[in-house]
């Protein structure tokens, strides 16, 4: 496969920061070809607006169950012909419906350095447990809470100023940074 035909698709149930840093990444950029949401009014969905992203919102009460949202996300995924699924900021785990088609493809960044502190809050988890380091952990996606295959990490210290909003800073500072890097990296192993 040629790099110049990778395509991208970005999953995002927030504010996106992690998706902006991806697309604010040039040769990145053209290779996003979709944003998916599963939060109707998402702040990611206003941003891929503006650069002209075509998105795939939906609301799951709108779906009998997580088995037929996910059947539409693969229609979407394979009308597009996607290769590489990134989550970044995705609230939701993500299910059989998908894993078994996709497993591989799908990757996540989780603000803690795993295994320590999976799932929710990760950040106020490590000031809560008084630990002097913490960091960032891009992984595969298996049908665990952040336990998939580790693909790249990076720590950060945590001093005893820090609070939760001056910890977030420092963490997305880092995500910002490493994510687009790590998705360029595995772009190269896809062609
Ligand atoms: C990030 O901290 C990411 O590690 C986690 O969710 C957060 C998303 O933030 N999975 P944003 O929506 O990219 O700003």
New binding site residues.
């Given amino acids: 496969m040629n790099n110049k035909t990778v395509k991208l698709a970005v999953f995002?149930?927030?504010?996106?920061?992690?998706?902006?840093?991806i697309l604010k990444d040039k040769s990145l950029r053209k290779h996003i070809a979709l944003l998916i949401s599963d939060r109707p009014g998402a702040?990611?969905i206003e941003i891929a607006k503006r650069y002209d992203i075509p998105t795939f919102v939906f609301n799951p009460k709108d779906f009998k169950n997580k088995i037929a949202y996910e059947e539409q996300i693969k229609q979407e995924i394979d009308s597009r012909e996607i290769d590489l699924m990134i989550?970044?900021?995705?609230?939701r785990l993500i299910g059989d419906t998908l894993l078994s088609v996709y497993e591989g493809k799908i990757i996540?960044?989780?603000?803690s350095y795993l295994p320590n502190f999976p799932g929710k809050d990760?950040?106020g988890q490590a000031l809560r447990a008084e630990v002097d380091t913490t960091g960032?952990t891009i992984h595969y996606v298996d049908s665990g809470m952040d336990t998939g295959p580790i693909i790249s990490q990076e720590e950060v210290l945590i001093t005893k100023e820090d609070t939760l909003e001056s910890l977030?800073r420092k963490?997305?500072a880092v995500?910002h940074r490493l994510y687009p890097k790590v998705i360029k990296q595995l772009m190269e192993d896809l062609t």
Avoid at 87 to 91: I, N, S
Avoid at 108 to 111: E, G, K, L, V
Wanted: hydrophobic share 45%; aromatic share 8%.
């Fill in positions: 995002a149930s927030g504010t996106g920061s992690n998706f902006h840093a702040r990611a989550l970044a900021g995705y609230m996540n960044i989780h603000p990760a950040i960032v977030t963490i997305q995500e």
